[in-house]
Structure formats: structure tokens, C-alpha cells
């Protein structure tokens, strides 16, 4: 009685942010968000800069985009719990991609690394545009068809990440990852190769069970 009464209070708590994220992204297709799942677009960024594909799953965390930074999400996404995709350039996501818990995924240093410059801008208001991320250096993230990403990872600016690759959990990529490898560390390293001729197991049939 006591769950069924908090699922009821919690409810109308779920549907509104739901209402809110969808009012921020372009969805194309079904979408499930959980209540602790944001999209933020400002600093200049609308709803048409974040694109997300069919059957997108969101637990919790934050999409932000600044300053028209285009985020590109594709069909079959999973983002766990506490993630945070930052973007002031470019973020490309591709097919199937699943991101675990507690993991950054940013395109820029949020500020300028001169500390003269971070002098000023510590002067500056809180609001103020100076403290935007267009004042820091940027380059576009690319995540691949098939990825998995483990948790408390973070990919940093620059970094292509080939399709089927898998970023072992508490790792930092600063170089790009070739496809079908495994990369682990601070800074990740390519620890196996070839990943995609491991014995599968799994059969081809298994979605007949499900109507696909």
C-alpha cells in the first residue's frame, strides 16, 4: 500500500519532466525518460541542436548543449545514471550505443586553460557570457555504432571512438579508439584488439521471440 501510495506522488513528478526534456531535444520516435534526466539547451542552443533517435533510454543526468553545439544521438541508446553530455562543438553518437553510470562525455574545457583569461573571467558575473564554454577550446566527439562505454568514464574533446569498441569502466580517452578494441586506463590504452571475433554467444534468432 505504501509503494502503490509513492508511485502515485511520484507520478506526476516523472510525467512533467518528461513533458520538459521532450520540450528540449527534437525526438524522433519513442523515448524513455526518467524523472533525474535533463536536457539543457541555452547560451544561444534550442531544442533542433539536440537530435535523439528511436528508442532512446535516459536514467538520469544531464544533456546540455551551449552556444549551438550540435549533439546527434541515434536508434537504440541506453544513458545510465549520472552522465553528463557537455557540448560547444559537436557530439556524434551512433547506433546501439550504451552508456553505463557516472560518465562525461564533453567536447571543450568549459573555460580558457590561460590562467590571465581565467583571472578575468572569475571577475566577471555568474551569468555572465564569459563564463560560457565558447570562451574554451573545443573539438568534435565521435562514438561509433555498437560502442559500450563503462562506468565512471570520461571522453575527452577530439576523441573518435570506432564502431563496436568497448571503454572499460574508470577510464579517460584522450586519443581516438579503433574499432572492435578494448581500451582501459588514465590515459586509456588499447588492451585487445579484434573483439568482434570472439565466440558469440548469442543466436541470430533470438528477436523472433519478441515479434522483430
Known amino acids: 500500500m505504501i509503494s502503490f501510495v509513492f508511485k502515485l506522488i511520484e ?33 544561444g542552443s534550442t531544442a533542433k ?11 538520469s543526468g544531464t544533456i ?8 546527434t544521438i541515434g536508434e537504440h541508446c541506453k544513458i545510465g545514471y549520472d552522465c553528463k553530455i557537455l557540448c560547444a562543438n ?24 590561460n590562467p590571465q583569461d581565467r583571472a578575468l573571467m572569475y571577475q566577471t558575473p555568474w551569468n555572465s557570457d564569459y563564463r560560457g564554454w565558447k570562451y574554451s577550446q ?9 560502442v559500450w562505454i563503462g562506468s565512471n568514464v570520461r571522453i575527452c574533446k577530439g576523441v573518435t571512438i570506432g564502431q563496436g569498441a568497448v571503454i572499460a ?38 528477436l523472433e521471440q519478441y515479434g522483430k
Do not use: M
Open 138 to 146: 573545443s573539438a568534435p566527439i565521435i562514438i561509433e555504432n555498437n
Open 64 to 71: 546540455c548543449s551551449q552556444n549551438q553545439g550540435k549533439i
Open 169 to 206: 569502466a574508470c577510464s579517460v580517452v584522450t586519443k581516438d579508439v579503433p574499432a572492435n578494441s578494448i581500451a582501459a586506463g588514465n590515459p586509456a590504452k588499447i588492451v585487445k584488439t579484434d573483439i568482434d571475433q570472439l565466440p558469440r554467444l548469442l543466436s541470430d534468432d533470438i
Open 49 to 59: 541542436d539536440i537530435i535523439i533517435g528511436n528508442d532512446f533510454r535516459f536514467f
Open 11 to 43: 507520478f506526476p513528478g516523472k510525467w512533467y519532466n518528461c513533458h520538459q526534456v521532450r520540450k528540449n531535444a527534437t525526438f524522433i520516435g519513442k523515448a524513455q525518460i526518467l524523472r533525474h534526466a535533463h536536457i539543457r539547451p541555452f547560451r
Open 90 to 113: 559537436s557530439i556524434c553518437i551512433g547506433n546501439y550505443v550504451i552508456l553505463a553510470d557516472n560518465i562525461t562525455v564533453c567536447d571543450n574545457n568549459n573555460h580558457s586553460v
